[in-house]
C-alpha cells in the first residue's frame, strides 16, 4: 500500500494458513495423477497402435485359410532366400505343387469342401517340411516350396514322399472323407538366375507334370 505521507511502499508478509496450503498441495497432487494417467493411456494407445499395425502386415502377408503364407510374404521371404544361396553357393530348389481335378471336387462337393482340402493339404506341406524351408499358398489350389540347402536329388525324394502321401491321405468332411492327389514341378536355382525365372521353370515342370496324367512328378533341369 502507498503512504503518501511518507511516499512510501508498504508490503506485508504474510503465510498462508493451514486451509490454502491443503488447497495447494491437493491441486499439485492431482495435477501428478494426471500427468501420470495421460503416461500410461498414451503408451497403451501406443502399444495398441503398434500391434495393430502389426496385424495389418500379418494380414496383408498371410493366406487367411491356410495361414500359410500368400504370394506377396512368399516373395518377401523368397527374395531373401535366393540371396543367401548365392552369396553362400548353396543349393536351393523350387517345387511347385498343384492339386489335380481340384475344380471338380469344389463342383462336385462344394467350396467348403474345397476349402477343408486345401486346410488339410497346407497342414500336411508343413509338417513335411523344415522350419527353415519357405512354404506358401500361391493361389487357387497351388502350392510353393522354397528347400534351403537342398540338392536336387533329395528334393526329389521329398517330393516324392509328399505326392504319396497325398495320395495315401483322405480330408473329413460331412460325415465323409475327400481324397485328392497332386503334381509337382521341380527346379532347382541355377548360377545368376532371380527368383522369377526359378518359378517359370517350375511352372514348366508342373506343366509337364500336368500333361504326362497328373499325380507324378516332373523335374526342369534347366
Request: with cysteine; glycine share 6%.
Amino acid at each position: 500500500r502507498f503512504i503518501p505521507e511518507l511516499n512510501w511502499y508498504l508490503f506485508v508478509d504474510k503465510h498462508e494458513n493451514g486451509a490454502l496450503a491443503g488447497i495447494r498441495k491437493s491441486l499439485y497432487v492431482n495435477l501428478l495423477i494426471c500427468l501420470l494417467v495421460t503416461v500410461i493411456v498414451i503408451s497403451l494407445v501406443s502399444v495398441a497402435l503398434r500391434r495393430y499395425q502389426q496385424r495389418i502386415t500379418a494380414l496383408a502377408t498371410t493366406d487367411l485359410l491356410t495361414e500359410l503364407p500368400n504370394r506377396r510374404g512368399f516373395n518377401l521371404l523368397a527374395n531373401q532366400a535366393v540371396q543367401e544361396a548365392r552369396r553362400g553357393h548353396s543349393p536351393l530348389c523350387a517345387l511347385l505343387l498343384d492339386l489335380d481335378n481340384f475344380k471338380q471336387l469344389n463342383d462336385s462337393q462344394g467350396h467348403l469342401a474345397g476349402d477343408e482340402v486345401l486346410r488339410g493339404f497346407a497342414a500336411n506341406l508343413q509338417s513335411a517340411v523344415r522350419q527353415a524351408d519357405i512354404i506358401c499358398r500361391w493361389g487357387g489350389e497351388e502350392f510353393i516350396l522354397l528347400l534351403k540347402d537342398t540338392p536336387i536329388e533329395q528334393a526329389r525324394e521329398l517330393g516324392e514322399k509328399i505326392r504319396q502321401q497325398t495320395e495315401q491321405s483322405s480330408f473329413s468332411y460331412n460325415g465323409g472323407e475327400l481324397r485328392i492327389t497332386t503334381s509337382i514341378g521341380l527346379t532347382q536355382l541355377q548360377p545368376d538366375e532371380v527368383l522369377d525365372q526359378l518359378i517359370a521353370r517350375a511352372d514348366r515342370a508342373l506343366y509337364r507334370a500336368k500333361q504326362s496324367g497328373r499325380n507324378r512328378l516332373c523335374e526342369e533341369t534347366a
